[in-house]
């Protein structure tokens, strides 16, 4: 008698399949956001101007952080300021420094209002007060160079430090508070809406 040995093979095991990865968005770069830069400002240059290269080899020397660069790479016209805020003080002045040289006096008022919008004050009162000055700047009724120094000037002296003593923050707030009501005065009387 012979015996044929019939079977089947032995089942196969189950092979795991690894979970596909979602591929990862590939990091803006310097160069990215001097793109941005040079997109977002060119309303505020001379046609003729450029900030991409000086703009990409500050973002390199500063060392811009991930989230400044592509804040800059993805801004639109108007986002300077809000993208500002993304870089250390010293940084953010360079950058303020490169696109507001010589640049038409409205390129330099886009400027001042661009670095109000990134201030952040600790006291609500100036904070209200440093908003106050930028609403002001878009007032055509005023005349341009009292514009211009009221912007920077407002954004040199209100470029406070984080924290400040109790009896400082009221004697500011006060301040700011007088401020403001002054410079609503003087917008009203210039024909200007805040």
Partial sequence: MCLVACGSSPAPHPVAVAPQQQPQPIPHTCSDAAVGLERATKGVR???????????????????????????????????????????????????????????????????????????????????????????LACEQMPLETRIQLGNDTADFWDLPEVLPADAQQRMASACVESLSALQQHATSAGCMM
């Fill in 46 to 136: 001379s046609p003729d101007t450029t900030v991409f290269d000086i703009m990409r080899d500050r973002c390199i020397e500063d060392r811009w952080s991930f989230a400044a660069i592509d804040c800059f790479s993805t801004m639109k016209e108007g986002e300077v300021g809000l993208c500002a805020r993304e870089l250390h003080d010293h940084t953010r002045d360079n950058m303020f420094a490169v696109l507001s040289g010589g640049t038409a006096d409205r390129g330099t008022l886009a400027i001042a209002r661009a670095r109000l919008d990134a201030m952040a004050v600790p006291i609500a009162e100036c904070d209200r007060f440093v908003k106050g000055v930028s609403a002001v």
